[in-house]
Nanobody
Framework: QVQLMESGGGLAQPGGSLRLSCTASGSVFKINVVAWYRQAPEKERELIAAITSPTATNYAASVKGRFTVSKDNTKNTAYLQMNNLKPEDTAVYYC??????????????WGKGTQVTVST
């Protein structure tokens, strides 16, 4: 059994920073793919950052240059570092991990979401 826990959301001022974490616990061999999504009120969920291979990261235009996605396989944790936050970054943020379990089966995990609010 593998569980996913998100943390790190909260309130930030414009120009501030937050770091989101997403940790897989249980029978995890490694994290293969990391994807971070967000959903603002009355808007569709959008993909904003992803690690799709050991050398490939991708970002939505709206966050490129401000957000950084990373992962630490020794901790089974993925991160989203968010700098220079803007009010339009306010949303619920979700992580999605594609993992290799200890039995070498593939698992597709979703976090429950964490609220990020950027406001004065």
């Amino acid at each position: 059994q593998v569980q996913l826990m998100e943390s790190g959301g909260g309130l930030a001022q414009p120009g501030g920073s937050l770091r989101l974490s997403c940790t897989a616990s249980g029978s995890v061999f490694k994290i293969n793919v990391v994807a971070w999504y967000r959903q603002a009120p009355e808007k569709e969920r959008e993909l904003i950052a992803a690690i799709t291979s050991p050398t490939a990261t991708n970002y939505a235009a709206s966050v490129k240059g401000r957000f950084t996605v990373s992962k630490d396989n020794t901790k089974n944790t993925a991160y989203l570092q968010m700098n220079n936050l803007k009010p339009e970054d306010t949303a619920v943020y979700y992580c999605n991990l594609v993992i290799i379990r200890s039995d070498f089966q593939v698992g597709d995990l979703w976090g429950k979401g964490t609220q990020v609010t950027v406001s004065t």
